[in-house]
Every structure is written in C-alpha cells, then in structure tokens.
C-alpha cells in the first residue's frame, strides 16, 4: 500500500482534513458506485461494499479501519496532549495494509467515520499549542510528539480514501461469490 509523507503537517491541516473526510469517503463509494446512467445505486453500493476487492477486504472494511484508527487516535491524542502516559505503539506507524473485519453496512461505517474525524478535529483544535512538541513515551521503549502521532493517524486514513474507490470499481458489475 502506497505512503503518503505528511511530515509537514501542522494541527490546523490535520484539523481540515480531518473535517473533510466524511465527505471525501462518500464522494469516493458513491462515484466507484455509480451506475451507467450516471446516479449512484444505494443498493447497489451496500451491497458492492460488502465485497472483498482484489486484496482481500471490502471497501466497509476500509471505512470501518478507518474510523477505528481515528476513534483510536482520538483516545490517545486526548490522553497526550495533557499528560505524558505511554502512546501504543501501532499508532506511531503507518499500517502497511488495511486491517479487515469491517461488519455492518457502509452507511454505518460513514456515519463512524463522521464521528470519529469529527471527535479528532475538536480535540485537534482545542488543544494547547505548546503541547504538540513534548516528548512522550511509546509502549516499545521509543518515543514521540502529539504532533508526530496526529500525523501517523491521518496518514493512512488519506491513502484509504482510494482504496476504497479501487476496491468498489474492482467489484463493480461481479456478483458476489
């Protein structure tokens, strides 16, 4: 799965984007899902997304991933940005693939999403401007900044935003096995 650098990120992008992505997800299920008279099918794409694609996952299991590693980014920058306890290492990386077991509807999976990059873009605006640089500890004995782990939790939620249009047009018009 391609990287995507967002070294150079500060919260106030981090922030935007995060508001964006709600809407950036479903422009992208709804155009994958798009049938030949040119209006999305919203059968069809809750059945489509249900379908694992090429690599193995369905685009709800992107949604889902996606919203899980915000929910999860949330509850941790939350914790950071006030105290220095231990960060989890697996949100200091940019996961290499996207994780699976996406269960429920893509309407569903969206409506996690909205909350969850929502939720983010609060704390991210909220926060004190001096924290984003202190050093916090990693549970595998390295360390990190706020700033450094709000990077490592958008980065793969923006490559995911194509993952999800690959996988619905690779599934589109196959029935499902």
Do not use: C, N
């Amino acid at each position: 799965m391609p990287e995507i650098d967002l070294s150079s990120m500060q919260p106030g992008d981090a922030a935007a984007a995060l508001r964006s992505f709600p809407r950036r997800y479903r422009d992208a299920a709804r155009t994958a899902a798009t049938d030949l008279d040119g209006e999305p099918d919203e059968a069809a794409l809750e059945e489509m997304a249900r379908r694992p694609g090429p690599d193995g996952w369905s685009a709800t299991d992107v949604v889902t991933a996606a919203a899980d590693r915000l929910a999860d980014a949330h509850d941790v920058l939350t914790r950071a940005l006030v105290t220095d306890t231990a960060v989890p290492s697996h949100l200091t990386a940019t996961p290499s693939q996207v994780p699976s077991g996406g269960s429920g509807t893509m309407e569903d999976a969206l409506g996690r999403l909205d909350a969850s990059s929502t939720r983010l873009a609060e704390v991210v605006d909220d926060a004190d401007p001096e924290r984003w640089t202190a050093t916090l500890p990693v549970d595998d004995g390295g360390t990190t900044t706020p700033l450094q782990l709000l990077q490592t939790s958008v980065a793969p939620v923006v490559v995911w935003i194509r993952e999800v249009d690959k996988v619905l047009r690779a599934v589109r018009g196959r029935p499902r096995s």
